[in-house]
């Protein structure tokens, strides 16, 4: 018999319950504490799991009760949201995505799991894979953007990152893809509101994420707290029981969001804590996290028989398998038993550094204002972004304490250090308080350059952080005007620095400062990528993964629509567009600037007529025709029509980059096997029809900069 099986044949049904059960540790002056619950729990082995423990002390210490004073002496498994660093901060996902790069993608995954599993923890709630479309939405800042191909590539790179080569080794974690599934879609972009989308938008653009992560072996995944079509996540057997563990053979733990069983008596399918419990255990969810309803509502629903006890163990095996596949049994003190070097969290730094660097998209740069040329002794750094240690983080800071992470004045300080850099914040991020501008002008005065840092708090991205204005909030656009007003006046170069967690509705901004970048959150180096940026030490490369609306109305907004049988034509007016506002969104998926000047050229595409089970390769060259190295990102995109069903006018199928010297030409390739090119069909099934199929090739998704060729499918 194997041990777990050993183990649940002994164990009474509340220490059944006790793993699948997680709660939290809270922190007092005197040291964490287990909130609502106590020591006792751990010992009597009615608690399994913890989350939000800080420290290998702690963690050691609360390992040792279970491990030496429970009676089966079952390790508790420690779990942290560790989204985009633990103590060191790399860019959060949606900075990140800007890479295009699975590789960067996965080293700082691994890092950020090496530092974590350095703390004791053994599971991250990360990655986080929800498709988002609607920058209302604070969580679109968790993820990859919105595009169900990147997602599903980040799935693989985060995973592989997280749970490195073996899930048992004292640097790796158990990854937790979150959230199964569709939460993106929030109506009206509001924080927990339910969703609704037809069985096709589920298929094609919220489960391949999911379907990638477990094809790469994720330990765990977690359902959303909201309602799909009905049917809240946490009790969707179709989807749980039925697309995760029957359809793609998921065998490992579902964890449910905090307290989302117990929430399921709010969502109206449940009477009480017995029956949420039962609904969740029956969907497929093992751990029941900070609700209390498996511990104290399936004794009952035992008793009423909504669920069977061969339920419950089977859900037990799942999390006690989880256990031992992280080592907990063979060594629970494994992770946090070896400090880190001061050499490793050095590089770890320096790794962060050149991701923030890569992560910033240069949105305009029309009056090459960047990067700051020499002559640039006098800076006016202006805002109140530009000096925010604490800001600098993002949402969701793991172990990262507010003070230590590069400010852009310490960035800039650091990287100039011959020149004056004034510095005013002008106003607060949020609030009404306007005196601080007339001075920050002044501070203007005589400068060589001006440079606005600008955006969101930390926290009005992430969970419960949905917004209905998109603008700078506060008076921050009072302030910039200002600026500007003055920058203009004077014919002095302005460039905006934006940080923010999502996609800001800033039109006016583009168009009136002389370069505008998108720093996102960039974490604990951000001040030096800021920099980096700036001075030139470093060429942008980041391609932003969401488009940029120009007015909130235009949201949702994203490259992969559908066709309309009306396009958009300004001569007819009964065709599909607005009245006031184009429908292209004013930076599409895909844009970044770069210090070079690239062109495409010589797209070659062959087989011309690729067959299943074939191989379609493409190819195009890049030229740089400016006079500074840099990296080039190229898209692919196809399109098939006519087709069974009315396919998204752009797929995208692939990235790639180049990086060229000036005047240097080069060429990318891409290789996609023929079944890439087909389609959900009308009964959802995959299929790979014959027909013409365009292929599109260019620098972001705007339709009129791809190159085009076009291929038949033959069957
Ligand atoms: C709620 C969030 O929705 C989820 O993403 C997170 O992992 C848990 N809380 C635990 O902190």
Redesign the pocket.
Known sequence: MSRIDALIEDMTLAEKLGQLTMTAAGHTVTGPVIAGDSVDAIQAGTVGNL?NLIGADHVHAMQRLAVERSRLHIPVLFAL?VTHGHRTLFPVSLAEASLFDPQAWALTAREAAREAAADGIAMT?APMLDVARDPRWGRSVEGPGESPWVGARMAEAKVRGIQGDALGAADSLAAVA??YCAYGAVTAGREYASVDLSERTLREVHLPPFEAAVRAGVAAI?PA?TALGGIPMTAHQGLIAGWLRKRLGFEGVVVS??NAIAELIEHGVAADAAEAAALALRAGVDIDMMAGCYRNGLPVALSRGLVSLAEIDRAVHRVLTLKERLGLFDDPYRRGSSPESVATLARRRQIAREVAARAIVMLTNGARALPLGAAARTLALIGPLADASAEMRGPWWAAAGPEGHVTVLEGLRAALPGSEIRHAPGVAIEGGERGGIAPAVELCEGADAVILCLGEAAVMSG?AASRAHLDLPGEQRALAEAVLQRAHARGTPSIGVLFSGRPLVVPWLAERADALLAAWFLGSEAGHAVADVLTGRISPSGRTAVSWPRATGQIPIFHGERPTGRPADPANHYTSKYLDVPNEPLFPFGHGLTYGSFTLSALSVSPQTLRPGGVLAVRVEVANEGDRAAEETVFLFIHAQPASVSRPTLELKGVAKVRLQPGERGAVGFELPAEGLGCLGADLEPVLEPGEVEILVGPCAERRRLLRASIRVAQ
């Open positions: 989350l949201d709630f979150k959230h977690m707290f969001d905090y969970e």
